[in-house]
């Protein structure tokens, strides 16, 4: 992975994790395993695995991601969808309304 403590317009693609430190500010496309945020961000953030926000961490957008960690303090101003939450959900409805089935025809 790498750190970023300046600044990045743009799309940046890894599959590692990405570091922003406090002075770091990215504006555009990240997509990633992993992302720690000290800094800020404005954009899509597309992560398989966790998003970590420290207390000054400023977020705003789009965002996908497996998991999520926010400090208090953090700011997350976003639309966000969580990935294993959603296949969860999922098989859990699909779960439920094939037991109600089975109930509803006996």
């Keep these: 992975g790498f750190r970023i403590d300046g600044k990045i317009e743009g799309n940046l693609?890894?599959?590692?994790?990405?570091?922003?430190?406090?002075?770091?500010?990215i504006k555009g496309t990240l997509e990633g395993t992993d992302a720690?945020?000290?800094g800020k961000f404005s954009g899509k953030l597309l992560l398989?695995?966790?998003l970590t926000l420290k207390d000054s961490a400023?977020?705003?957008g789009e965002v996908v991601?497996?998991?999520?960690?926010?400090?208090?303090?953090?700011?997350?101003?976003?639309?966000?969808?969580m990935k294993g939450a959603v296949k969860?959900?999922?098989n859990l409805e699909?779960?439920?309304s094939?037991?109600?089935?089975?109930e509803q025809s006996a």
Excluded: D, R
């Design 13 to 25: 693609k890894t599959p590692g994790k990405v570091v922003v430190g406090k002075s770091g500010v």
């Design 36 to 38: 720690y945020f000290e």
């Design 48 to 50: 398989s695995g966790t």
């Design 58 to 60: 400023h977020i705003e």
């Design 65 to 81: 991601v497996g998991k999520l960690a926010v400090e208090p303090g953090a700011t997350f101003n976003v639309t966000c969808v």
């Design 88 to 90: 969860e959900f999922n």
């Design 94 to 96: 699909s779960k439920q």
């Design 98 to 102: 094939k037991s109600s089935g089975q």
